[in-house]
């Protein structure tokens, strides 16, 4: 199992950027993809990103490309989340996830570890 911790999130003002970081720990080594996703209130929860751990590819869902970036800190175990030009529709909770296997890497219901969340608020 993999435990996970998110920092980073607050409100900001449209226009502005956050970082959120997602500390790794426990049976890191087991991690193929660490994936950020999002819950806004009445909506479900939505793939942001995610990345390959030993090689680092990168995915991004189409409304946050060129806005976000995800990244790697491999002797950290740490993943992160950089945004820019945020925007109100950005508001969520912000989760970051780990999936053992390859493939499929926007479906939520394929990570096996999740962090508690943290929340991100965009005013307009």
């Known amino acids: 199992q993999v435990q996970l911790v998110e920092s980073g999130g607050g409100l900001v003002q449209a226009g502005g950027s956050l970082r959120l970081s997602c500390a790794a720990s426990g049976r890191t080594f087991s991690t193929f993809f660490t994936g950020w996703f999002r819950q806004a209130p009445g909506k479900e929860r939505e793939f942001v990103a995610a990345i390959s751990w030993k090689l680092g590819f990168t995915f991004y869902a189409d409304s946050v490309l060129g806005r976000f970036t995800i990244s790697r800190d491999n002797a950290k175990n740490t993943v992160y989340l950089e945004m820019i030009s945020l925007k109100p529709e950005d508001t969520a909770v912000y989760y970051c996830?780990?999936?053992?296997?390859?493939?499929?890497?926007?479906?939520?219901?394929?990570?096996?570890?999740w962090g508690q969340g943290t929340q991100v608020t965009v005013s307009s």
């Open positions: 996830a780990a999936k053992k296997i390859n493939g499929n890497y926007r479906s939520w219901y394929e990570y096996d570890d």
